[in-house]
C-alpha cells in the first residue's frame, strides 16, 4: 500500500521547514532584544537616582513610540555635597558630573559616562525591569548582553 510518499505530502517536506522558519523567528531576532541608542541621548530631559546598590540611575523620556523609560546605571566614582562650580574631573570625556536634588539638599556625582547597564522599563526599586549588560563599560555598540533573569 501507499506510505507517506505516494500520499498529497509528497514533496512537502523540503519547502515546509525553511517556510516555519522563515515564518516563526527565534525570539533572540525580536526587536526587544536590541536597545535604540537614541533612547539614551543624554540631551533629553532625564530624572537622575542613586540607587540602593549605590549606582545612579538615569531615566530618559521616552521617545516617540517608546512609552518605557529608558534606564542606564553609571558607577559612581565620587560624591559631593552641594552643587559644585568647578571639577577637574568634569573635562575628562570618561566621567559625566550629575547633579541631584534629594532628600537633605543638593548633591553633585562624579560618574563614569558609560553604563554598566541599560534598561528598559523600572521596577520598584528603580532597577530596570529588563537589562542589558555592558561589561565593558563601552557604550551601545552591539556588545552589551541580555541579563539572564528572563
Given at each position: 500500500m501507499g506510505g507517506f510518499r505516494d500520499g498529497p505530502f509528497i514533496g512537502t517536506v523540503p519547502w515546509v521547514i525553511p517556510l516555519l522558519l522563515w515564518v516563526v523567528p527565534f525570539p533572540a531576532w525580536s526587536c526587544d532584544s536590541q536597545l535604540n541608542p537614541q533612547a539614551f541621548q543624554s540631551n533629553v530631559s532625564n530624572q537622575n537616582d542613586l540607587l540602593p546598590n549605590g549606582m545612579l540611575a538615569i531615566r530618559y523620556a521616552?521617545?516617540?513610540?517608546?512609552?518605557?523609560?529608558?534606564?542606564?546605571?553609571?558607577r559612581v566614582m565620587m560624591t559631593l555635597p552641594g552643587r559644585q562650580l568647578a571639577i577637574p574631573e568634569a573635562k575628562n570625556p570618561e566621567y559625566l558630573v550629575v547633579e541631584v536634588d534629594g532628600t537633605i539638599g543638593w548633591?553633585?556625582?562624579l560618574v563614569a559616562a558609560h553604563a554598566l547597564f541599560y534598561g528598559v522599563g523600572q521596577d520598584s526599586l528603580g532597577f530596570p525591569e529588563r537589562m542589558w549588560v555592558d561589561s565593558e563599560e563601552d557604550g551601545l555598540n552591539g556588545n552589551e548582553h541580555l541579563n539572564g533573569k528572563e
Amino acid at each position: 500500500m501507499g506510505g507517506f510518499r505516494d500520499g498529497p505530502f509528497i514533496g512537502t517536506v523540503p519547502w515546509v521547514i525553511p517556510l516555519l522558519l522563515w515564518v516563526v523567528p527565534f525570539p533572540a531576532w525580536s526587536c526587544d532584544s536590541q536597545l535604540n541608542p537614541q533612547a539614551f541621548q543624554s540631551n533629553v530631559s532625564n530624572q537622575n537616582d542613586l540607587l540602593p546598590n549605590g549606582m545612579l540611575a538615569i531615566r530618559y523620556a521616552g521617545t516617540g513610540m517608546e512609552v518605557s523609560p529608558h534606564v542606564s546605571v553609571h558607577r559612581v566614582m565620587m560624591t559631593l555635597p552641594g552643587r559644585q562650580l568647578a571639577i577637574p574631573e568634569a573635562k575628562n570625556p570618561e566621567y559625566l558630573v550629575v547633579e541631584v536634588d534629594g532628600t537633605i539638599g543638593w548633591m553633585t556625582y562624579l560618574v563614569a559616562a558609560h553604563a554598566l547597564f541599560y534598561g528598559v522599563g523600572q521596577d520598584s526599586l528603580g532597577f530596570p525591569e529588563r537589562m542589558w549588560v555592558d561589561s565593558e563599560e563601552d557604550g551601545l555598540n552591539g556588545n552589551e548582553h541580555l541579563n539572564g533573569k528572563e
